[in-house]
Nanobody
């Protein structure tokens, strides 16, 4: 099991930027874990945002954030990040980090979740 803790959320104006962090701890080696970001907006279901490979060399994004958000990780610090630029009101959501363990395939559910951090974008 991996314990995940998000931070960095807050209130930002539309067009602004914000960087979220996800600190991992536990018995599993962080660099062996495929990590991801999800979000849940008000009245909406939780949705995929980004996924990043073990080394950070490969990332996948939802179409809604492609070109604006960048996921990256520092395995030496057991931390994953989400750089969010050109934020829009529709990005308002609770953002969660998640862990897929050592592998990912379509339809696989994350193994562990953080508690979430609120991002509010004012227009």
């Amino acid at each position: 099991q991996v314990q995940l803790e998000e931070s960095g959320g807050g209130l930002v104006q539309a067009g602004g930027s914000l960087t979220l962090s996800c600190a991992a701890s536990g018995r599993r080696t962080f660099s062996d874990q495929i990590m991801a970001w999800f979000r849940q907006g008000p009245g909406k279901e939780r949705e995929f945002v980004a996924r990043i490979s073990w080394s950070g060399g490969r990332s996948t994004y939802a179409d809604s954030v492609k070109g604006r958000f960048t996921a990256y990780r520092d395995n030496a610090k057991n931390t994953m990040y989400l750089q969010m630029n050109n934020l829009k009101s529709e990005d308002t959501a609770v953002y969660y980090c998640a862990n897929y363990g050592g592998g990912w395939y379509a339809g696989k559910a994350p193994e562990d979740w953080g508690q979430g951090t609120q991002v509010t974008v004012s227009s």
